[in-house]
């Protein structure tokens, strides 16, 4: 079977993968609306592809933060990598280096930080933090990962509890026992989502604010006002995210949010999106939206399930292939030159 | 098989109930358009969540017409409890009681009230009433239910005669010979709904109001100016509902009735809302949208199908607690926090 | 098996007669998009139903051009009854008299129009009229009509040629040798369309009112512009039609389009509408817009297909009792109560 | 099997066309939205027919760039006719001008432009161009189109680099030994799409007018922006084409794009549409819509794998008399009455 496409990788990962495991990556709240129309939403959006331009010499390279990637294409934070491949994080880490972009490491990795960094040396990549009741365990995350060079902070806001994964509760899902979710072992007692902290607020990103030098990037907005929040409480990036639908079902798909979080925040901070993601004229989409760099979480996985590093180096260097493509018959040659003029919302 | 959300209920109904008592309960009028939309609805309304808002301690109890509920999802008036299980309404009431909550008994309850009253003692419970064209035997009904406690008159005005019920009438519904329509006895020969009066008129309110001293609340409003017939009428309540899609088929839905009605209303009277409630969040939905509080009909119907009272406690506790969470999801610790602003309307 | 509602006599029809004669009845042209949105265009109206009205005494009479039809659904002009019955017209006017409705027979019935006057004295009749070529033969069929007491003629003026419709062309449609359009007998060769007068313009209108003191109707309005022309040219009413969606396809749904007319038309004439009413609330969907009356055509050939006049009853039964129930449910008592105010767009 | 409509021709094509063939013409880039939305476009378009307007003399020819055709349909360029006929582009061109309407033969022929001519003298044909690296190769193919006769030079804008087209990718596609790209050989090794070149600009509209005398089409112009700079240099006619759905996936159907381009345009040049056109009545909508003419795509391929010049001809045939029965339909008895008034678009 030659893998053309993300949903070649799709089928792979469905059909290979313990159903258990599929399952939990696959999860959606409720009825999987909303993970439904992550990607339904991008249907909706036309391009207005320009013509006769020179697109002889495409640059597809950009900048987060200050720092190059290789395209606008990065790895969202989710968990369990071991679950779609026995080396998990590290390949993760080794096959985000390689295509030169960003990996989001996830607090609940089934590898060390430690093992993260080693994996992969020089490569970019930030952490992803829930803050946890035991406020201490969550600090020495933080700095552990600013230690071992990290070079940012993603603080998912979505997430005081667990959104209502139906297939997760019939399954009874729950890491096997050879699997551990290293980095929070000895601080708690792991998998139980309660020890998260619900009572988190805006004032804690004050708090995280004195742990550490790395720039914070909020993930989980979906409205102008708490973008506004966002950028007044001084953090330096949002990463428009409904957690792949995960959480609470029915609410807005996250490239619609992204256009009201755009227009919100004015240009203040960097603006990212993840879910829905399926080809690179997706990413072409979100970027003419005004989003900065996008970041896939499921066709990571599929790609990790399918062949690991390997195989997750596949599936971004489709994305990248396509995404230069669109770009050019789309007819911009440098990620500058992309903006609001190449889309349009359909009216169905 | 784990029940994990209300549509398992609904296969186990289908699946365990005599044929011709689902086809009943399932029935919608005509081509069941209104009955479908009612769910359809709810899910073209769009949650815009709110994030890092201090939902550690939740608090979802509400009040309605002055008394406390555990959470705001009552038991719509529905008949013939029996023909889901044994027991029929007294393990309704049971159920309700147990849980904090509100039960509308009907007209058509195969237990007395009396029996429904001794079944569960002190629960919060209202009367439904249909006015017959022996307004004696309506009077006696009215007067029965306040001497045995309940706390409210619900009167049903979407029934001047009954809807068409293809189903029904395929099947030659009837009760079956060891059923009857208990309270009716003597009153009048039961089951035969040209007994009802289709004379009645926003006049008969004020006949009601001499009767009772109960708050009366008005159920099947589904326009702006009827809801303004009602508060000029005098009533307590609205509850905005299509009978479940079982009357006039290609009616609105009723979530989006209710936004007409509670504009119309400017709270002037409490306003619920009953039809197509299938999750916690389609619960959230409708506060957002201004009603007070939710009744739910074939849901319950389905829960005591499956375990009677104790099948009722079931889907009760599955919607408090998918209301919980929703709430929680969305940023609302409190009852009070739930507004407008939580909902778009999808355009889709 | 029960006939509850029209689509069971649809589906007996479509059992049950040949299958060339099926195919011709429920032909649409092309791809019988059309056809299909005449159906699905009711399906967008929605009813604001008001409640606690008196319903008791339902009086669903109404007058087209003064004479009191019993209900307002007439039988729609539609071609070779005997293909669906042996007695052909001569049952469809039976049925008609008998349910105290209007019978529009067509210019290609397989009865003449004598035998369909014999068959049914004393019943309300409209003869509808191709124009052919040989003007000689229209004019003698005019005048037998107003001379046998047909009290309307109904000009089609959206055939000056046959639309295409593919399943016709595969089965080689005519009619079986024992069958003959008999009205057109000695006249010319029958069932070449072609003998149609394609040149037919709005001053033929002139030349059929020196024919005849019948008042004319005109079939095939679908805009304003054209309704404008009607009524300066003298008709007394306007059939809203899209000949069942056989003629040009994608045209519009005969419901929408009559808003349209009735916008244009002021009053000044009256309008009817024909073409998907498959329930009783359909037909007070069509008045609440402002048709005067609707006619059923490919039903009314179920009915036949059934019983002949008998089936034919059964089906103008049937939408008698859900036209009048649906008055009731959405609070009108009688015709002259239903208004635009009972309906709106819905915007899905 | 009768060949009653194109789609007849679509469903032998794709039992009797080799796999490799069939995918190859059926083919659109990625997810093929945008070749399944140049056909559903159509559909959301609604006549408004007059009716009773003189259509016994119907007259559909018209002009393109002063050259008369026998009906607004002419052969778009599409490549590789061999695949479907063994006498290929010669078989095109003897139906085109059998019909006597107008050829747009490919860069890509697998028979010579001078074969092309010698199979059908005299008839209309324009030649399609690529621009490849080898700007002498291209401008040889110019001068030779023109000195054989052709009557006009059609750029194709679209193709900087060739669509993701994954059914091509799964399958390996190649020409077949046999067949040969003939126009090009010699120039470079053909079937290597690298050899285009994708530094084309504008300004190498200027080039191409130095080397002919022929009027100038531009294919492949989505927008209103590129509408004007086209105007602004120089070209006689404008193709409003997305290849077919073959390059940007998810950019706008043709028809909606036609709108926006006629409105840019103004009548300053002539402009064409292709893409979706599956019925005469598609004909009407595009004319209605403001183009001069369409041109069809994988039909013809279709006819032509049905039986060669005699099938392409059936195609062309049955698209004439639908073309002109809708015309009649509509109420226009010649091209020159067909105007926007006649259609609007759907809500739906």
């Known amino acids: 079977m030659a893998m053309v496409c993300l949903s070649d990788f799709e089928a792979y990962a469905k059909k290979y993968l313990p159903k258990i495991a599929w399952d939990y990556f696959a999860a959606g709240a409720d009825d999987?609306?909303?993970?439904?129309?992550?990607?339904?939403?991008?249907?909706?959006?036309?391009?207005?592809p320009r013509m006769l331009r020179d697109v002889s010499m495409m640059d597809i390279r950009t900048k987060i933060l200050g720092t190059e990637i290789s395209f606008p294409v990065g790895i969202a934070p989710t968990g369990f990598h071991q679950l779609a491949w026995p080396e998990g994080e590290k390949s993760t880490a080794r096959a985000a280096r390689a295509m030169g972009t960003c990996y989001i490491a996830s607090t609940y990795s089934t590898c060390t930080l430690e093992e993260i960094?080693?994996?992969?040396?020089?490569?970019?990549?930030?952490f992803q933090l829930y803050i946890h009741r035991n406020r201490a365990a969550s600090q020495q995350l933080v700095q552990r990962a600013e230690a071992l060079g990290f070079q940012g902070l993603v603080l998912t806001a979505d997430l005081p509890y667990t959104g209502k994964r139906r297939d997760d509760v019939r399954n009874g899902f729950r890491l096997p026992?050879?699997?551990?979710?290293?980095?929070?072992?000895?601080?708690?007692?792991?998998?139980?989502?309660?020890?998260?902290?619900?009572?988190?607020?805006w004032n804690d990103i004050y708090w995280l604010r004195s742990l550490t030098r790395l720039p914070i990037i909020i993930k989980g907005i979906l409205t102008r006002e708490d973008a506004e929040l966002a950028v007044r409480h001084g953090v330096q990036g949002i990463i428009v995210s409904n957690h792949g639908g995960r959480q609470l079902d029915e609410g807005p798909a996250t490239i619609d949010a992204l256009v009201e979080v755009v227009e919100a925040v004015q240009g203040r901070v960097e603006?990212?999106?993840?879910?829905?993601?399926?080809k690179g004229s997706d990413v072409l989409k979100a970027l003419a939206l005004g989003a900065k760099c996008v970041f896939i979480g499921r066709p990571a996985l599929w790609g990790l399930a399918y062949k690991g590093e390997e195989g997750l180096q596949d599936v971004l260097r489709i994305l990248q292939d396509?995404?230069?493509?669109?770009?050019?018959?789309?007819?911009?040659?440098?990620?500058?030159?992309?903006?609001?003029?190449?889309?349009?919302?359909?009216?169905?």
């Open 271 to 278: 603006v990212y999106v993840d879910g829905g993601i399926r």
């Open 322 to 348: 396509e995404f230069r493509l669109s770009m050019a018959l789309a007819g911009c040659a440098r990620v500058s030159e992309i903006g609001q003029h190449l889309v349009q919302f359909s009216k169905l």
């Open 177 to 201: 026992p050879h699997m551990k979710l290293k980095n929070l072992e000895g601080a708690f007692e792991v998998c139980k989502m309660s020890l998260l902290d619900p009572s988190v607020t």
């Open 117 to 126: 960094s080693a994996a992969a040396p020089g490569g970019l990549r930030w």
């Open 32 to 48: 999987c609306t909303t993970r439904d129309e992550n990607i339904l939403a991008y249907k909706r959006i036309r391009f207005r």
